[in-house]
Nanobody
Framework: VQLQASGGGLVQVGGSLRLSCAASGRTFSSYVMGWFRQAPGKEREFVATVDWSGGSLYYADSVKGRFTISRDNAKNTVYLQMNSLKPEGTAVYYC?????????????????WGQGTLVTVSS
């Protein structure tokens, strides 16, 4: 599966953004989807994941209550709604896909990655 992330940009502290990740192919509903981010000088970290149905979700503690992951299998798209953004949210955000069930939190568990979209949170 090929992934194309979009929706990044410049936002002020406390603001909101919605990222999208469009997937190619006809079997999108067979994939676990995840969002990760990488801040300058830091390692890539897990943000959120959703199972094939959208019914099972899991978040990093740092974003819980502020970010929401969702998917629309009819549109082959996964979303990340980000609210109450903080300066530490500045990063390149990547979507990832892995064929299978359940949810996945490790970057090593995903085979397919999008190109990333930059989110800058300014104070």
């Amino acid at each position: 599966v090929q992934l194309q992330a979009s929706g990044g940009g410049l936002v002020q502290v406390g603001g909101s953004l919605r990222l999208s990740c469009a997937a190619s192919g006809r079997t999108f509903s067979s994939y676990v989807m995840g969002w990760f981010r990488q801040a300058p000088g830091k390692e890539r970290e897990f943000v959120a994941t959703v199972d094939w149905s959208g019914g099972s979700l899991y978040y990093a503690d740092s974003v819980k209550g502020r970010f929401t992951i969702s998917r629309d299998n009819a549109k082959n798209t996964v979303y990340l709604q980000m609210n109450s953004l903080k300066p530490e949210g500045t990063a390149v955000y990547y979507c990832a896909a892995q064929l299978g069930s359940g949810t996945r939190v490790g970057a090593y568990e995903y085979d397919s990655w999008g190109q990333g979209t930059l989110v800058t949170v300014s104070s």
